[in-house]
């Protein structure tokens, strides 16, 4: 009897190991991009690509994890999951699927958002040629943020929903500022690792596609258990993302909102396809709502900002953020899969249907 082993990993080393052997049932090519730091285990960090299909493919399917580095335990499990299902037996003749598994190696290692220089990945594909964007609201916040001490995240996020109100206060904090590099959603002032290989990856496989469908797999926002598809794309390009996964798209570049985050991985997708039709969604796992885990992220910022990864109090954070981003919770795991693979092929169908 064969077992399944859970697509669930709870570490670096054990979900790429999972997702090589699941990559390499599939039949497909498998090549890897050594990142120049070591783990938190002292493991080697790389970021693994997968192709499945015709080099010479006219559409192409990418899914990507772990831009959000500590998000990519759940992408994982899904993209596993999928794989181990024998899913990519339904790609099309003239469709071949990339995986770009943990663009963010270092932030996954270290169950971080950001990598290993501070940034959040998705607010530093900005056009660096040109000055950065003010902050306003997170210059407010900043000096507050610079000043908690242990045990005290859960109030200044609590001071800040009753001065701001919930929404602006996850704003303040979430958008993304290009003013403090020490700071909470850092930006970057030049492209990071993960910005240029993720470039440098779909630059090299994407060549003969004049189709693309880009679906990042992201976790923490939205309600237990659901799923919620996020595009920055707007106009036809937002018009064929709801034909692909239906009208319950958030879209914050055209309704306005938190996630409207300038210089996103999306922007970056963009400039590598130029003219040539791209999708892309982002897909967000709900887990704890933001009054839950914004405390830990403000504490992981502490932990790391201080020097205090190998502590105790290192440690914890680090488990409380893999755990408002991959729960252990059987039900809710059960059902990011479930929704995962949907995803996975509501990809390949629209873009089987695109004339």
């Given at each position: 009897m064969i077992v399944k082993i859970s697509p669930f990993a709870r570490d670096f080393v054990q979900s790429r190991d999972r997702f090589l052997a699941a990559a390499e049932r599939a039949g497909a090519a498998l090549t890897s991009i050594s990142h120049p730091l070591k783990g938190s285990q002292g493991e080697n960090l790389a970021t693994d690509v997968a192709r499945i299909g015709s080099t010479e493919a006219d559409r192409l399917v990418v899914l990507i994890t772990g831009v959000h580095g500590v998000e990519h335990y759940a992408g994982s499990a899904c993209v596993c999951d999928?794989?181990?299902?024998?899913?990519?037996?339904?790609?099309?003749?003239?469709?071949?699927?990339?995986?770009?598994?943990?663009i963010n190696p270092w932030g996954a290692a270290y169950y971080r958002r950001y990598t290993e220089d501070n940034i959040?990945?998705?607010?530093?594909?900005?056009?660096?040629?040109?000055?950065?964007?003010?902050?306003?609201?997170?210059?407010?916040?900043?000096?507050r943020l610079m000043q908690i001490a242990e045990g005290e995240a859960s109030g200044v996020v609590h001071q800040l929903y009753e001065e701001l109100g919930e929404r602006d206060a996850i704003d303040s904090l979430m958008s993304g500022q290009y003013q403090y590099p020490e700071g909470f959603s850092f930006g970057g002032h030049a492209p990071t690792w993960a910005h240029r290989t993720v470039k440098a990856i779909l630059q090299d496989h994407s060549r003969s596609a004049s189709k693309c469908c880009i679906v990042e797999f992201h976790s923490g926002?939205?309600?237990?258990?659901?799923?919620?598809?996020?595009?920055?794309q707007q106009g036809t390009d937002l018009e064929r993302v709801k034909r692909f996964f239906g009208d319950n798209i958030i879209a914050p570049r055209v309704d306005g909102g938190t996630h409207s985050a300038r210089g996103h991985t999306t922007d970056g997708y963009t400039q590598v396809f130029g003219e040539r039709e791209l999708t892309s969604v982002v897909v967000e796992f709900g887990t704890y709502s933001p009054s839950t885990s914004l405390p830990v992220l403000l504490e992981d910022h502490r932990v790391h900002a201080?020097?205090?990864?190998?502590?105790?109090?290192?440690r914890t954070v680090a488990a409380a953020n893999l755990e408002m981003h991959c729960p252990k919770d059987s039900d809710w795991q059960e059902r990011v899969l479930k929704r995962g693979t949907q995803i996975i092929n509501a990809s390949i169908k629209g873009l089987q249907q695109c004339s």
């Amino acid at each position: 009897m064969i077992v399944k082993i859970s697509p669930f990993a709870r570490d670096f080393v054990q979900s790429r190991d999972r997702f090589l052997a699941a990559a390499e049932r599939a039949g497909a090519a498998l090549t890897s991009i050594s990142h120049p730091l070591k783990g938190s285990q002292g493991e080697n960090l790389a970021t693994d690509v997968a192709r499945i299909g015709s080099t010479e493919a006219d559409r192409l399917v990418v899914l990507i994890t772990g831009v959000h580095g500590v998000e990519h335990y759940a992408g994982s499990a899904c993209v596993c999951d999928w794989l181990q299902g024998g899913g990519a037996a339904s790609l099309p003749s003239d469709m071949a699927l990339l995986v770009i598994h943990a663009i963010n190696p270092w932030g996954a290692a270290y169950y971080r958002r950001y990598t290993e220089d501070n940034i959040d990945l998705a607010r530093n594909f900005l056009d660096f040629s040109e000055a950065f964007p003010d902050s306003p609201s997170y210059e407010k916040v900043h000096p507050r943020l610079m000043q908690i001490a242990e045990g005290e995240a859960s109030g200044v996020v609590h001071q800040l929903y009753e001065e701001l109100g919930e929404r602006d206060a996850i704003d303040s904090l979430m958008s993304g500022q290009y003013q403090y590099p020490e700071g909470f959603s850092f930006g970057g002032h030049a492209p990071t690792w993960a910005h240029r290989t993720v470039k440098a990856i779909l630059q090299d496989h994407s060549r003969s596609a004049s189709k693309c469908c880009i679906v990042e797999f992201h976790s923490g926002l939205g309600p237990w258990g659901e799923v919620i598809p996020v595009s920055m794309q707007q106009g036809t390009d937002l018009e064929r993302v709801k034909r692909f996964f239906g009208d319950n798209i958030i879209a914050p570049r055209v309704d306005g909102g938190t996630h409207s985050a300038r210089g996103h991985t999306t922007d970056g997708y963009t400039q590598v396809f130029g003219e040539r039709e791209l999708t892309s969604v982002v897909v967000e796992f709900g887990t704890y709502s933001p009054s839950t885990s914004l405390p830990v992220l403000l504490e992981d910022h502490r932990v790391h900002a201080n020097g205090l990864v190998e502590t105790e109090a290192g440690r914890t954070v680090a488990a409380a953020n893999l755990e408002m981003h991959c729960p252990k919770d059987s039900d809710w795991q059960e059902r990011v899969l479930k929704r995962g693979t949907q995803i996975i092929n509501a990809s390949i169908k629209g873009l089987q249907q695109c004339s």
